[in-house]
DNA sequence: GGAATAGTGTCTTTAAGACAGTATTCC
DNA sequence: GGAATACTGTCTTAAAGACACTATTCC
């Protein structure tokens, strides 16, 4: 029905948070940034970050917010992700969360917020019972950017401002838990147009033959795309 | 940051509503279900159609409950399409819309809602400026519909419970606004397995030979996808 | 030279794009 | 029979999957 009366009953108060599902790729697991409550509920479980949409600002605005005061960087991808409305997600009064996908790459270390918690880069394979809904606003998070990974340009995100072939099917296998052929990898991202641009150096931090460097090109969407079970 | 204590000045109240991108395909066009708004502000201007979440229902059920109460049929697809929360999109008061899409077949004719505005499906090329921001939502709900006919079966969404190939291809051109190769179409949605399911019976209501019924199969997901751009 | 990693080339297979041709209905 | 639509088959081309081979570094 559409609503063309507004009394107090129509809209009952809400408070609405951000929640923040961000990843990274590091010592070869994909991590998620997890902070442990210090208040009660939930006190002592790890938790998503995130915090109060303020009056003044935008829902985006309170994301993009708390993603920098949480990682000391900025820049970061972020995109909305979805919206966890249940009634009683939160025991204590009626709150509506939109959570947001961030992706970065592997930042030196978590800066803590502004009060006690600690904060956390976890192995998502290792994350069990967050508070709240959490445990399935991450798992929606990860399901997100696995199938993004495909169609997109998302997996530079979580390299740095330079990397290899080699890094980049790094990304891909962590996050999918798959192998991936070197080569045709390679033929792949190399032919998919805009997609890396050629810095002309190259590093032999790897070991073997040095390896070109690239930086992200402008594509943002992979066609075709870069199908999961590709190589072995 | 995390926010620990919960006083006040944290949880400033904000509405919840739900508006609703309902999509059909109806005499050749992608149709949208739009109403009219009866009421300051943007009285008189077509609108999509939703309302406020109560306090005792989850968001996701706020958004079924509109659709059946729009529509009048149930069992509809319905999935999220995003929050939108920019402070002044509501000239009134602060206003956070979650938005869903949803896909149905050519109904009968929109069912007015409980209040007096008047509902009707509307081309959704023909559709101008609606009140808030809700011309944004609807664009944001079709190019999600346009995105998920390639990778998912959503388009069989738009067809009755029993529907030809050509129906089903029918859709496919118009959300997408071209005109596919009828062969090498038919050739795919029937080597999708689990995409069609046939009924073993056939009709004629198109003119020439009779063509096989089929329902909704369990797949889900293309794979292969059905990328735009097939055929001519 | 040997180990390690980077990068190229080639063959096979899958599936899309184009389009000829046959089948079954109504008039 | 003719028009219309349904369906099948074939050829060509693009791109993935598998894998051999060469290139450049460090030890």
């Known amino acids: 029905m559409l609503c063309v009366v507004y009394s ?12 923040l599902v961000v990843l990274t790729v590091r010592a070869d697991a994909l991590c998620a940034l997890l902070v442990r ?19 003044t600002e935008s829902v985006d605005a309170a ?8 990682t000391g960087v ?11 409305g249940e009634p009683r997600r939160d025991p204590r009064m009626r709150v ?3 959570a947001y996908l961030a992706l970065a790459p592997d930042l030196p270390v978590p800066v803590a917020g502004t009060d006690a918690a600690a904060a956390s880069w976890v192995p998502v394979a290792e994350v ?15 399901e997100r950017a696995r199938a993004k990974l495909e169609y997109t340009s998302l997996g530079t995100e979580f390299c740095p401002a330079e ?26 991202v190399t032919g998919v147009e805009g997609l890396l641009e050629a810095t002309g150096r190259s590093t032999s931090r790897d070991g073997g033959r040095p390896a070109a460097l690239y930086r992200r090109g402008a594509a943002s969407v992979l066609h075709p795309p870069l199908v999961r079970g590709v190589g072995a």
Chains 1, 2 share one sequence.
């Open 37 to 55: 409550r210090g208040e009660a509920p939930f006190r002592g479980r790890w938790a998503l970050p995130g915090g109060f949409v303020q009056v």
């Open 96 to 98: 509506v969360s939109v």
């Open 163 to 188: 990397f290899t072939v080699a890094e980049l099917r790094r990304v891909y296998e962590v996050v999918w838990g798959v192998s991936l052929d070197a080569r045709n990898f390679h033929r792949k």
């Open 128 to 142: 069990s019972s967050l508070a709240f809904d959490h445990s399935v606003i991450l798992g929606d998070g990860v």
């Open 63 to 70: 994301a993009a917010r708390e993603l920098v005061e949480e």
């Open 8 to 19: 107090p009953s129509d809209f009952p108060p809400f408070a609405v948070t951000v929640d």
């Open 74 to 84: 900025s820049g970061l991808h972020l995109e909305q992700l979805g919206t966890y």
